[in-house]
Nanobody, 125 residues
Framework: QVQLAESGGGTVQPGGSLRLSCKISGRTPNYYSLAWFRQTPGKEREGISCISTSDGMTYYADSVKGRFTISRDNSKDTVYLQMTSLRPEDSAVYYC??????????????????WGQGTQVTVSS
């Protein structure tokens, strides 16, 4: 069984930056995809970024493209989400999720089998 643990959330002013971390532990597959989702109360969970460990390909939703960067450090078993130029509408609980390596876009949360507990990001002046 694999465990995911997010960290790095907090409160930041508009235009600011945060880096989220997703620490992976347990029985990790050799290859997998790792995605970041976010959710606000009353709304569906939105997939915003994804990275594949087979070829390093990344995906970004239009809402974050050019502002967020997903990366991984294999030596630390950690995937990061660097968030810049943050906006109030980026406020949400952010989750990392692991899925099959063939997943290239975080469309449906049900496709992802392992989840972290989430970390709150608040963008406010």
């Amino acid at each position: 069984q694999v465990q995911l643990a997010e960290s790095g959330g907090g409160t930041v002013q508009p235009g600011g930056s945060l880096r989220l971390s997703c620490k992976i532990s347990g029985r990790t597959p050799n290859y997998y995809s790792l995605a970041w989702f976010r959710q606000t109360p009353g709304k569906e969970r939105e997939g915003i970024s994804c990275i594949s460990t087979s070829d390093g390909m990344t995906y970004y939703a239009d809402s974050v493209k050019g502002r967020f960067t997903i990366s991984r450090d294999n030596s630390k078993d950690t995937v990061y989400l660097q968030m810049t130029s943050l906006r109030p509408e980026d406020s949400a609980v952010y989750y990392c999720a692991m899925g099959d390596v063939m997943l290239v876009r975080p469309r449906d949360p049900d496709d992802w089998h392992s989840w972290g507990q989430g970390t709150q990001v608040t963008v406010s002046s």
